[in-house]
T-cell receptor, first 115, second 113 residues
Framework: ETGVTQTPRHLVMGMTNKKSLKCEQH?????MYWYKQSAKKPLELMFVYNFKEQTENNSVPSRFSPECPNSSHLFLHLHTLQPEDSALYLC??????????????FGPGTRLTVL | SQQGEEDPQALSIQEGENATMNCSYKTSINNLQWYRQNSGRGLVHLIL?????REKHSGRLRVTLDTSKKSSSLLITASRAADTASYFCASNAGGTSYGKLTFGQGTILTVHP
């Protein structure tokens, strides 16, 4: 276990549904990340939060909405998704953004299928 | 431009053999990291090498870094079936975003018992 948990592990939703992905880290870290992993593509950074402030939005469509209520929790709210949004969504955390030699700790991911 | 390209894309070896994976990146880096991912799971950090380091060891892992060629390699010695996984390099450009990693597409390693 890496100390980062994600729920649900699997999610199937229709294009008109609204759902949320949850990430929690028990490591005392201050930076949290959302990544998208699609088949045959590099891991794509979506959002970064540092001390609860969003520091990166990597041109992600507005149908993905992140929320970081505190340094331990990160959510990804989903609505009106497209089939091409089907992917493995990974959450990660690190100490914070100011340290140059941070490793990132990843959760197990949520496998999302959009019908 | 694409950062962190690995080769080979897939590697199949027998248990006990060594496995070498290579990674190239495009821009200057502060450090480069290697991660491992078992099928459909999260990534696990293996090793970090700083831009002023040329070689680093951790157990059966050996990482080299050549900043003049913007490339790195990961060597796994005496491989085991349990080493079967995907391996990714991730470059960290540093500056104002130390936490931002750019991942390559990965090498799928299969170790046959």
């Amino acid at each position: 276990e890496t100390g980062v948990t994600q729920t649900p592990r699997h999610l199937v939703m229709g294009m008109t549904n609204k759902k949320s992905l949850k990430c929690e880290q028990h490591l005392g870290h201050n930076a949290m990340y959302w990544y998208k992993q699609s088949a045959k593509k590099p891991l794509e950074l979506m959002f970064v939060y540092n001390f609860k402030e969003q520091t990166e939005n990597n041109s992600v469509p507005s149908r993905f909405s992140p929320e970081c209520p505190n340094s331990s929790h990160l959510f990804l709210h989903l609505h009106t998704l497209q089939p091409e949004d089907s992917a493995l969504y990974l959450c990660a955390s690190s100490q914070d953004m100011a340290r140059p030699y941070n490793e990132q700790f990843f959760g197990p991911g949520t496998r999302l299928t959009v019908l | 431009s694409q950062q962190g390209e690995e080769d080979p894309q897939a590697l199949s070896i027998q248990e006990g053999e060594n496995a070498t994976m290579n990674c190239s990146y495009k821009t200057s880096i502060n450090n480069l990291q290697w991660y491992r991912q078992n099928s459909g799971r999260g990534l696990v950090h293996l090793i970090l090498i700083r831009s002023n380091e040329r070689e680093k060891h951790s157990g059966r892992l050996r990482v080299t870094l050549d900043t003049s060629k913007k490339s790195s390699s990961l060597l796994i010695t005496a491989s085991r079936a349990a080493d079967t996984a995907s391996y990714f390099c991730a470059s960290n450009a540093g500056g104002t975003s130390y936490g931002k990693l750019t991942f390559g597409q990965g090498t799928i390693l299969t170790v046959h018992p």
